[in-house]
Every structure is written in structure tokens, then in C-alpha cells.
């Protein structure tokens, strides 16, 4: 040892002697250095400047993620070896990589990311593009990142004045979120384009296949027939004509099923508004009689895909006052929210209050459920194979049963058995045993069903002329509406309200091109058409009067829906018609309400257009609706939700503080709807989600191989910054993430 340390002492003081030697290895590392760097310049300008036969660079490509990362990782090194160029930011490497644009389409590697849906490779670049020093931009969706980043770099002038990797990151983002392609899109709005697209595939394909009408060929083949009772009796080789072809039309719906098969869809359910009633399906402290509602939207956990799958994603949501239902793709039915008088259909009265979702069975156990309608006091389903089922309040008939029997309906009183009778298990409605129904919708005093075949079936209250029947006293039977049918109307969507009814109808062949819709009730018993755009105004006598752009516009309506004081629709153009009483339920201001009218307090009986609801002010195209009370909700097909109206309570249009909204205004924090339902109080939203296909690879996969697929399975643009940030706290490696 000593020895040892001697010839280490001597070997140290040899350099102490000899500096000359120190310097010549130093220059001759420095020499190795540079060479080294000029031929990393050189592999790196030879990847970037040799591009395939569209001009995509390697980036561009589904490329190996730790190559492209490794690429990265020397691009950058260059950058920081390259001290000379710290200033001209067009010199960096890791703007050359990142902002190539291909010849073809001018995307970027960011766009063509995007395009791909390779969340991996998202990520990387954007982790590549910031400060690295920096995390605060991933505690947040890619979503809001790039939000944020567009409308900073959008309000920014950056001019490159001051030195260091910081400022250059910080171009270099906004340079990368800014990117055209040659359309003119940005990485944004290519993202936007992208998930337009994914919630109508998502819309599409969580539709239940029994709402396919045969319209047209139905009403070549159907007999006139003079009663609903005679009916009853006949139309057998109809039935046969569609049991024949329902194989046909799931074909059909399987062929499209195939088109796309690189992602599948699924949705999960969200709620916000007052939690009093515990019809929100969440637990929170809030649930007590009087509290504050519930702002911010928060997911009903029994629907999260984690934890229901694909095959039990939702499909269908219902509210009404007390209980929210929700129907799922494996046909189940879900019911959650105050449960006195039946009306969730749990099969015990004693349930009381019912926060979490729970099964609804009985009868519906053996069946699986397309169709779902919720009023205050009862509930209506309609079967796959079109068997309709009610249960709740039968107090005026609206089940369906007006001769109530002891061993089918429960009372909660000797005194008075007809006025508190109800169901507390889901029956089928007997009268329309022979009759396939593909639709239903609840009032609050009575009950609309739609068969296969484009009738209207009513039954319960009409006191209000509701059901579009002459008899107006009494609690009416199932009848069919003849006024309709006789006059050769295809009905192919309902609603219903208090007092009142909506019904949207297909072209007759020959005679028109756009769909009608009729409506009846508050006092009123005929079917009455409502009139759109320059249909209105010539029904009006405004034929001499020059025409506004609005007018002069043919309006097919595709949706509707019913509420107490006002109606609405939106139209195959994606524009939303309102018409009734109250200015804050139509989604315009007073002057708005009737151009034609000095008075604000007059009804609008004509439908008008919502203005809020453009494009061009802030709205959208509008692809689903739903109103409740006083208030309106619709979505639109990039997946946000606009509410306005007057609730009794705060928060619950989803606008802080706000219980009166006279025009449209968007709901933050909703990105990906698809489908809404609103009671007087709540709202309840179906969230898309796509999940691309995760590739196989053959050969024997690692037990981290399979639980990263595993994981992969559940992981979207919205989800994957949360689940990197628990896989970070617990040390968990997600491989390509």
C-alpha cells in the first residue's frame, strides 16, 4: 500500500513537470469532440434531408418511439454543444426535426401525430418542444395544453431579443402549435376536425339498431284500418315482412360496424346541478335536503370504462325531477335518485333514496333495453325487441293500466286506491303485446310510444288535449293517434311534456323533401304542423314583404324536444329553432322573441331562429337537444354543451352563480359529448371516448408487456396525462409513453 501511494504521488507530479502533456491530450479530446459533433450534425442533416417519396422525414412515419426519442435527445444535445447559434433560433435542430413540413400535405411531425392518434409520439414531441426544466405544462389533458399554447402564442409577438435555451423553447412551442397545413389548419384545429369526426362515428355506433324505420317501404305495405282495436287484430303479414328483413338491416348496421375498425367507442356518463335529490348518481355531502348544487360535472363512476368495459358503455340517459336512468350496450337499465312511488323500479318502495346507480331487473332481466323515458312520477323502456315496459305512478294511467289490481300495483293508502296506485317493478304494457315500439317518452300525466311500423301510441291523461285524441275527461286507454296515421305521417321521433306533446315526421314521397313536425296539447287536441323558415312566413301572409335570409332557408329538422312553457329543434344544418312563452327558455332577448310583436310577454308561435347558436356567435353546429322546464341544453358536434334558461336554483345550467341565462353560453369543461339529457333541477351527459386499436405482436409477451396493454386499453387524449402522472408517484414504467 505504501509503495502504491508513492507511485501514485509520483505519476500526479509527473503532469505538475510536464503541463505540455495535459494540454495536447486536451486538445486532442477537444479535436475528438468536434469531429464527433460534426459527424452527429452530419447523421442528423442526413436523416432530416432525406424523406420518403411524399416527403415525410422519419419523424413523420409511425416510427420506432425510442429512435425517435433518441433523435430528439441528439438534436437537442447539438443545440446546447452549439453555443454560437443560442440566438438564431431558425438554426436549431430541434426546430428542423419538429417543424418539417412533408410536400405532400404540409404537415408537420406534430400533425401527422395527431392524424395517426399516436398519443406517444404527442406527448414526445411536446415534452421535446417545452423547457425541459418544466412540468407545469403536463399536469393538464394534451387538450388544454394545446389550448393554452394556441391562445398564448396567438396574443404573443415573441422577438427574439435575449439569449438562452429557455426563450428558444419557447418559439419553438409556439412555432409548433402555430403550424399550417396546407388546408390552413393548425395541430389544434386538425385535432378538433379529428374528434368532429370520432363523436359522429361514436354517435353512430352506440345507436341501438331497432330505431332503423321501415318508413318507406312500411307505407306502401300497411292496411287502412279504422280502429286501433281492429288493428290489433290484423297487419300479421307486415310483422312477417319485417321479421323477414331485420336480418337485412343488421347486416347493414354490421357492415358499417367495419368501415373504421382502427378505434372502438364507448361513452361514460357525467352529471351536474342540484344533488338534493340524489339523482347526480355521485356521493358527496351534498346529497342533504337544501344544499348547494354540484358546478362542476363530475363522472358517474359505475360507468367508467375501467370499470363496466366496453360492452356495458352507456348509450342512453333520461332525467326527470327525482331520478336520472341510464341505459348501457349490453341492454341493462340503471336507475338512480329518489325512489318513492316506484319510479326507479328497484322493486321495493322502502328505497327511499338511491344515490348510486343500481340495476333495474324483474322482468327487465330477461331483456335488453334500447329505449329509456323518465317523467317526474313514473318511467317508461322500450326492448330490443320492441316490448314496452313501465312502471311508477299509475295515478292517471299512465302505465298503461286503467283497471288497477291489487296483486299488480301497491298503495300506500286504503283511502282513495286510484289516486296513489303505482308499480314499483318494470310490467309490460299489455295493449301493445302485437305492436314493436322503438321509442317512448313520458309527460308527466301521460305516456307516448313509437312503433316500427311510424305510429304514435298514447295513453294516460288528456285533459290538456295532450294525447291528440278527441276525448278529453277520464283517463284514456292505449289508443293510437288516427289523425296521423290517416293522413299518412311516418312519425320517427317523440317527446313529451307537462301538457303537450312533439312528434317529428318523414317526408311524404313525392309531396315534400324535408321532414314536419306536429304538435298538440295545452288545450288543444288536433295535430297541428309546425312551420319553418319561408314556410312560416307564407303561412303568415308575408308573401308580399320581402323575405329575410332566414326565411328564404328550407328547414328539415332532424331533432326535438318538448317542454313545459316552449318547444325546440335543431335542423339537418345544425341551427336551433325555439318557439313558445318565456324569452330565457327560447335562448333570446325580448326584442328577439317577436319581431312582429311590441310586447315581449306574447308567445312565439312560430319557430325562430336561435342566433347565439351560430358559428359566427360563438356557438356551434348542433347535433342532439333536450329541454326541461324552463331551460334548454344543446350539444354540439365538437363536443361541447350550451345551456341557457332560468332554473329555481344556482349552478345549474353549469355557469357558477347563474340561474338565469337568456342566451346560449357554453359549459366549461365539457370537450366530448354526445348526447344530453336535462331535468328541472339536473343534467346528465354521455362523454365519447375513441380508443385506437392497441397492435399484437407475436411471440410470448412479458407479464409488463400485458399489463401495459392492459392499461393502453382504457388510455385517450383526455385520460393519458393523469394516468402518466400516477404511473410516475408509483414508479410504474408505461412502455412508448
Not at 400533425?111 to 425541459?132: E, G, K, P, Q, V
Not at 370504462?305 to 358503455?313: A, E, K, L
Not at 332566414?550 to 345544425?574: E, L
Request: charged share 20%; net charge neutral.
Amino acid at each position: 500500500m505504501p509503495r502504491y501511494r508513492n507511485r501514485s504521488t509520483s505519476y500526479g507530479s509527473f503532469h505538475d513537470h510536464h503541463p505540455g502533456a495535459t494540454t495536447a491530450a486536451a486538445a486532442a479530446a477537444t479535436t475528438a469532440t468536434m469531429e464527433d459533433i460534426q459527424t452527429a450534425k452530419g447523421m442528423m442533416n442526413a436523416i432530416i434531408s432525406l424523406p420518403d417519396a411524399s416527403g415525410r422525414s422519419f419523424l413523420h412515419t409511425r416510427c420506432n418511439l425510442t429512435m425517435a426519442k433518441a433523435m430528439l435527445d441528439r438534436a437537442k444535445a447539438l443545440d446546447e454543444m452549439d453555443g454560437n447559434n443560442t440566438n438564431d433560433v431558425t438554426k436549431s435542430w430541434q426546430r428542423k426535426c419538429l417543424l418539417q413540413a412533408d410536400r405532400e400535405s404540409w404537415y408537420t411531425p406534430f400533425h401527422s401525430a395527431i392524424m395517426d392518434r399516436n398519443l406517444a409520439a404527442i406527448l414526445l414531441f411536446l415534452r421535446h418542444a417545452t423547457d425541459a426544466h418544466s412540468t407545469d405544462r403536463f399536469t393538464q389533458s394534451p387538450m388544454t395544453v394545446l389550448h393554452t399554447l394556441t391562445s398564448t402564442a396567438a396574443s404573443t409577438t415573441a422577438t427574439v431579443t435575449t439569449t438562452g435555451n429557455h426563450l428558444r423553447n419557447d418559439l419553438l412551442i409556439q412555432e409548433m402549435v402555430t403550424a399550417v397545413d396546407k388546408e390552413g389548419f393548425t395541430p389544434l384545429e386538425l385535432l378538433g376536425r379529428i374528434q368532429q369526426k370520432e363523436l359522429a362515428q361514436c354517435r353512430k355506433r352506440l345507436m341501438p339498431k331497432t330505431n332503423v324505420l321501415l318508413s318507406s317501404s312500411t307505407r306502401r305495405l300497411r292496411p287502412r284500418q279504422s280502429s286501433f282495436d281492429d288493428g290489433q287484430h290484423q297487419a300479421h303479414e307486415e310483422l312477417d315482412f319485417l321479421t323477414d328483413h331485420m336480418d337485412l338491416l343488421d347486416a347493414s348496421e354490421e357492415d358499417d360496424e367495419t368501415v373504421n375498425d382502427e378505434c372502438t367507442y364507448a361513452c361514460e356518463v357525467v352529471t351536474f346541478g342540484r344533488a338534493n335529490h340524489c339523482a347526480l348518481g355521485v356521493v358527496s355531502s351534498s346529497n342533504n335536503e337544501g344544499s348547494s348544487s354540484v358546478l362542476r360535472p363530475q363522472r358517474v363512476q359505475e360507468f367508467a370504462q375501467d370499470s363496466i368495459g366496453r360492452d356495458g358503455s352507456a348509450v342512453a340517459v333520461a332525467a326527470a325531477t327525482h331520478h336520472t336512468l341510464v341505459a348501457t350496450k349490453n341492454g341493462h337499465l340503471y336507475a338512480f335518485g329518489l325512489g318513492k312511488g316506484g319510479r326507479l323500479g328497484l322493486g321495493d318502495d322502502q328505497v327511499q333514496q338511491c344515490p348510486l346507480p343500481r340495476r333495474v331487473k324483474g322482468p327487465l332481466a330477461r331483456h335488453k333495453v334500447v329505449g329509456i323515458a323518465a317523467a317526474e312520477n313514473h318511467s317508461l323502456c322500450v326492448t330490443s325487441s320492441g316490448a314496452l315496459f313501465a312502471w311508477g305512478s299509475n295515478r292517471f294511467g299512465q302505465l298503461g293500466s286503467v283497471e288497477t289490481k291489487a296483486s299488480e300495483l301497491s298503495s300506500s293508502s286504503s283511502k282513495g286506491a286510484n289516486k296513489n296506485n303505482f308499480r314499483c317493478l318494470p310490467r309490460r304494457v299489455e295493449d301493445l303485446r302485437n305492436i314493436p315500439c322503438v321509442a317512448v317518452a313520458a309527460g308527466e300525466k301521460h305516456s307516448v310510444a313509437l312503433s316500427r311500423r311510424g305510429e304514435i301510441y298514447v295513453w294516460g291523461d288528456n285533459t290538456a288535449g295532450q294525447l291528440g285524441v278527441p276525448r278529453r275527461s277520464g283517463i284514456q286507454k292505449v289508443q293510437r293517434v288516427e289523425a296521423l296515421w290517416k293522413a299518412d305521417k311516418c312519425a320517427i321521433a317523440i317527446s313529451a311534456a307537462e301538457q303537450s306533446t312533439l312528434v317529428l315526421t318523414s317526408p311524404v314521397p313525392g309531396l315534400s323533401q324535408v321532414n314536419s313536425v306536429y304538435s298538440w296539447g295545452h288545450g288543444n287536441y288536433v295535430p297541428s304542423r309546425v312551420y319553418f323558415g319561408k314556410d312560416a312566413s307564407a303561412r303568415n301572409g308575408e308573401d308580399q314583404k320581402p323575405l329575410s335570409s332566414t326565411a328564404q332557408r328550407v328547414v328539415n329538422p332532424v331533432g326535438i324536444a318538448c317542454a313545459r312553457y316552449h318547444n325546440t329543434a335543431i335542423t339537418s344544418d345544425g341551427h336551433v329553432y325555439t318557439w313558445g312563452l318565456h324569452a330565457e327558455s327560447l335562448g333570446r332577448s325580448s326584442k328577439q322573441q317577436n319581431p312582429n310583436s311590441s310586447s315581449s310577454g306574447l308567445p312565439t308561435s312560430s319557430p325562430q331562429l336561435v342566433n347565439g347558436m351560430l358559428p359566427e356567435n360563438g356557438g356551434g353546429v348542433a347535433v342532439a337537444i333536450s329541454a326541461s322546464d324552463q331551460h334548454t341544453a344543446v350539444v354540439t358536434d365538437c363536443g361541447a354543451l350550451y345551456t341557457w334558461g332560468a332554473t329555481y336554483g344556482n349552478n345549474a345550467l353549469g355557469h357558477e352563480g347563474v340561474r338565469y341565462q337568456p342566451s346560449p353560453k357554453r359549459v366549461a369543461g365539457i370537450h366530448r359529448a354526445v348526447n344530453v339529457a336535462v331535468a328541472k333541477e339536473h343534467t346528465v351527459l354521455l362523454l365519447g371516448s375513441s380508443f385506437p386499436r392497441i397492435p399484437t405482436e407475436a411471440g410470448l409477451e412479458s407479464l409488463e408487456e400485458l399489463a401495459s396493454k392492459k392499461v393502453a386499453e382504457h388510455v385517450d387524449l383526455f385520460n393519458v396525462i393523469p394516468i402518466l402522472i400516477m404511473a410516475e408517484r408509483t414508479e410504474v414504467r408505461i412502455p412508448g409513453v
